[in-house]
């Protein structure tokens, strides 16, 4: 290290004596980090919309288990008192903030309560989500407006005003929860238009939300979960399942704890030189 350093300050030294100022300037490259110190969210705050129970309160719980500070904001206060309470229990650093993601109003509200406690926001999980299953030709033009509103226009303007927050400091990390409905179909089914076009349209999103940001020191990702239990998709699963099994490259419905790991890489320094990128967690099925 010493004889690196003395040879860059060397050369440094014999470009820098044809200047009038005969200036000596070097940059020392810092030394990479330790694995665990890249995935260490300890200091860090995070909003996770929909983080009071299934899977939005799993990578909720992820991110604290890795030291982060956390707002979950939800719909239902009986819900989300509960995971408050069962969250500060274990020793986590947690709030929680009512909210419709899809009222620009509450979304304000919920990121001052975070920059207000925590001074800044450094990660945005957009989990908050509803589905509604109909064949396209029977869909109803208020239950697809709904899905999309939440689906879509939900996470746009929770990216949007966390987005205002994180380019003050040009840091941060956005995660939208995508689904492989986004990405693949079954003639089989279930149908569901407007969640398979709401979920199409936050991979879009994600992509351009990376490109207007990225420069500016903010990642923009999305995790795409296949088939996990929870109350949104169970009804389905049970219809699914045994096909899941027979077809599936991992012939299994995904597990508790295994959207956790991933939540926590893209939230980290561990997943620095990632962005615009959709992760599919789903045990095979898109391959």
């Avoid at 096909?243 to 926590?264: D, F, W, Y």
Wanted: glycine share 10%; aromatic share 8%.
């Amino acid at each position: 290290m010493v004889i690196y350093i003395y040879l860059i300050a060397k050369l440094t030294y014999s470009r820098a004596a044809s200047c009038s100022r005969r200036e000596l300037v070097f940059t020392i490259t810092s030394m990479p980090k330790h694995v665990r110190e890249l995935f260490d969210l300890t200091g860090k705050t995070a909003i996770v919309t929909g983080g009071s129970r299934g899977i939005g309160k799993e990578m909720a719980e992820g991110l604290a288990e890795a030291g982060a500070n956390l707002i979950l904001c939800a719909r239902r206060s009986e819900w989300l008192d509960e995971t408050v309470e069962e969250f500060r229990g274990r020793g986590f650093e947690v709030d929680g903030v009512l909210c419709d993601v899809a009222k620009p109003d509450d979304v304000r509200a919920v990121v001052m309560a975070a920059v207000e406690k925590f001074g800044k926001v450094d990660v945005l999980i957009n989990n908050a989500g509803i589905s509604w299953g109909a064949m396209p030709e029977d869909m109803a033009l208020d239950k697809w407006r709904q899905v999309l509103d939440v689906n879509l226009t939900g996470c746009f303007l929770f990216a949007q005003a966390v987005g205002r927050e994180m380019l003050k400091r040009q840091t941060g990390s956005i995660i939208n929860i995508a689904s492989i409905a986004g990405i693949t179909s079954s003639a089989n089914g279930p149908f569901y238009a407007g969640y398979a076009a709401s979920k199409a349209g936050l991979i879009g999103l994600t992509r351009e939300l990376a490109a207007s940001w990225g420069r500016k020191g903010i990642r923009v990702n999305a995790i795409a979960p296949g088939f996990f239990h929870s109350r949104l998709a169970d009804a389905v699963i049970d219809l699914y399942e045994r096909s899941i099994q027979e077809n599936n490259v991992i012939p299994r419905v995904g597990s508790e704890g295994e959207l956790k790991g991933v939540a926590v890489f893209l939230a980290s320094d561990a997943s620095s030189y990632i962005t615009g990128q959709t992760i599919a967690v789903d045990g095979g099925m898109t391959v």
